[in-house]
C-alpha cells in the first residue's frame, strides 16, 4: 500500500511540474545540438523512474530526487553523444578548403619571443602581492614539483582549501601580469 501512495505521489509531482522539469532540461542542454527534445529527455527519465524504482521503499525528497535523475540523465547523454564537426564540412564544391579563407594570415616576418628577464619580474612581482597561504600553494605545485595530496598530508590541510587557495593566487596573478610586456620582438 505504501508502495502504491508513492507511485501516485510521484505521478502527482511529474504531472504537477512537467513543464518545470521541461525548463530544467532546456537549461542544461543544448536541443539543437544533441538532436534530441526536452520534452523526450523528461518522459524517458519519468519511464525510467516508474519502471526500475522500488516504491516499497519511501523516496523522503521526490523532487530532488527526480531532478537528480534529470541532471544525470543530461550528463549522460552528453558524454555519449558529443558531435565532432568534420573539417569536410568546410570544403567548396571543388574540393577547397573553405574555412582557411576565414583565418587571418599571419605575418612571417617576425617572431615572438618571451623576454626572460621580463617574466622572471612579473612572476616575482605576481607572488609578492599573494598571501602567504597562496605563494605557498603555488611554488609548492608549481615551481617546487608537489602533488596536492603531498602539501594536504605534510600540513594537515585539506585538499580542498589548498585548491581554493592555489586558484585564488593564479586568479590574482592573472590579473597583475601583463602578458603583452612578456614579449619581445624579433624582426627577420
Known sequence: MKGENENRGLKAFISSEYRNLVSFVKRYLNERYYNISAEDVVQDVALNLFSK?????????????????????????????????????FSNEEGEESYSHNIPEIEESFELEIDD???YEQINDAL??????????????????????????ELDIPIGTLLSWKHRGVKKMKEIIKLDELY?????
Open 53 to 89: 524504482l522500488d516504491f516499497d521503499e519511501q523516496l523522503e525528497n521526490v523532487a530532488g530526487y527526480v531532478y537528480r535523475s534529470i541532471k544525470n540523465k543530461i550528463t549522460d547523454f552528453q558524454r555519449k553523444n558529443k558531435k565532432e564537426i568534420l573539417f569536410e564540412k
Open 117 to 119: 628577464s621580463r617574466f
Open 128 to 153: 609578492s602581492q599573494l598571501s602567504p597561504n597562496q605563494q605557498m600553494i603555488f611554488i609548492a605545485t608549481e615551481m617546487e614539483g608537489y602533488t596536492f595530496e603531498e602539501v594536504a598530508e
Open 184 to 188: 619581445m620582438r624579433n624582426d627577420n
